[in-house]
């Protein structure tokens, strides 16, 4: 089986009219990730497409990604979630592993450019190879905390005004234009 970006699916952009199945389907995409990044460190061949692919995500989807829950999803989750929800402290985690993952994506990212450099495989270099598995199950833990207790907490305390907020930033971080489905009101019974 070829290794590469055809294994990880696009989150479709008419998924941002309900953000909080967005975020599950772009963490879905970011496991799909992992899982290509984490077979790629043990290839023996080195595939330049691939390579440039996993830099591009690493650089790009990852630092997205971050913004989304950091200037988006994390504030409206800590204005509306309820003292017994316990929030703060699941979110604190998963900010300071933001920061470790950005410092883990910086090394990562060297790592692949050096393999760009000199067209050699990831798995040639020991220290290379366990930097990007690493990172791989890292990420993988992030997720999974982020899909069993702040996305389920997410859809029960964020208002219908939050919701659409969030889509609205989430397009416009991506330059994507959509107009949110209209809801349709109850027809009122008339009187006899």
């Not at 290794?3 to 599950?24: C, G, M």
Request: proline share 4%; aromatic share 6%.
């Amino acid at each position: 089986m070829a290794l590469n970006r055809d294994h990880v699916a696009q989150t479709p952009d008419e998924l941002l009219s309900d953000p909080i199945t967005w975020f599950f389907a772009e963490h879905q995409r970011h496991r799909q990730f992992c899982d290509v990044m984490q077979r790629a460190s043990m290839a023996t061949t080195y595939d330049e497409t691939l390579v440039r692919w996993l830099l591009d995500f690493v650089v790009h989807d990852l630092a997205l990604h971050i913004l989304d829950e950091e200037e988006d999803l994390f504030p409206l989750m800590r204005a509306r979630a309820q003292h017994e929800d316990e929030v703060d402290k699941v979110l604190d985690r998963l900010q300071g592993e933001h920061a470790k993952d950005l410092t883990a994506a910086a090394v990562v990212r060297d790592h692949l450019e050096t393999c760009l450099r000199q067209q050699a495989p990831i798995s040639r270099n020991n220290v290379r190879r366990r930097a990007l598995e690493a990172f791989a199950v890292q990420e993988r833990g992030h997720l999974a905390l982020e899909n069993a207790v702040v996305l389920p907490l997410a859809r029960l305390r964020l208002t219908e005004r939050d919701l659409l907020d969030l889509s609205n930033r989430l397009a416009k971080r991506r330059g994507v234009t959509w107009r949110p489905a209209r809801r349709r009101r109850p027809v009122k019974a008339s009187a006899p």
